[in-house]
């Protein structure tokens, strides 16, 4: 989703694209709260791992906004959140699965995403329009099939590994069968990117 997504954002703006991710962010959350299998719960994953995404606009908003000596500034706070994040969610995550169960730690993240989206609408002033004139920006198209093929390989790929690491006999076909997977989805991506006039990978 990273690639699509700077792309995107270079097509219709980084804000809204941040404020799409982010609902979509939330939504994966939400559905993780409520999932009764593992199959579902892969499913509400993935769809929070668009938010990953939210990185790489936040980034282009800083290099479009902050001056060019405050740049390398903007970019070290932003990553260094991120660092603090993964650590303060393992501190306090324990807790929470500790007191009130698993389904608790997405539920206690939606009012976060919540607050993120209102603050982003509000205060991201990030709203004009994609200078069309350039030539970067002349085409609008997003490559589908790349984004498609790339999505199987990672999805694929990552199943096997979840599979891998409940060390059962009976879930040797099944993680064999996401290997192949992601191995011809693999091979279609390069085939796919070398043809296209839009690449996601240059």
């Not at 668009?50 to 902050?66: H, N, Y």
């Not at 982003?120 to 030539?135: A, E, G, L, Q, S």
């Not at 060390?167 to 693999?186: H, N, R």
Request: charged share 15%; net charge positive.
């Amino acid at each position: 989703m990273t690639p699509i997504a700077g792309k995107l954002s270079d097509i219709y703006g980084r804000k809204h694209m941040l404020l799409v991710i982010m609902a979509i962010y939330a939504a994966g959350i939400t559905m993780a709260a409520f999932v009764h299998n593992i199959y579902w719960l892969f499913i509400s994953r993935a769809i929070q791992g668009v938010g990953i995404a939210m990185f790489v606009i936040a980034f282009s908003i800083i290099r479009d906004q902050f001056p060019r000596d405050k740049i390398s500034i903007g970019q070290g706070i932003i990553s260094s959140m991120f660092a603090s994040g993964a650590v303060i969610g393992l501190l306090i995550g324990g807790l929470i699965i500790r007191n009130f169960g698993w389904r608790a730690t997405f539920l206690s993240t939606v009012p976060i995403a919540i607050a993120l989206f209102i603050i982003i609408w509000r205060f991201n002033y990030d709203v004009k329009k994609p200078d069309h004139t350039t030539p970067y920006y002349m085409s609008k198209t997003v490559d589908i099939k790349g984004a498609i093929t790339l999505t199987v390989f990672v999805t694929s790929c990552l199943i096997a590994l979840t599979l891998l690491e409940t060390d059962q006999g009976s879930k040797v076909s099944q993680m064999a069968a996401f290997l192949t997977a992601g191995g011809v989805a693999l091979a279609l991506f390069i085939a796919v990117e070398k043809r296209s006039k839009e690449p996601l990978v240059i």
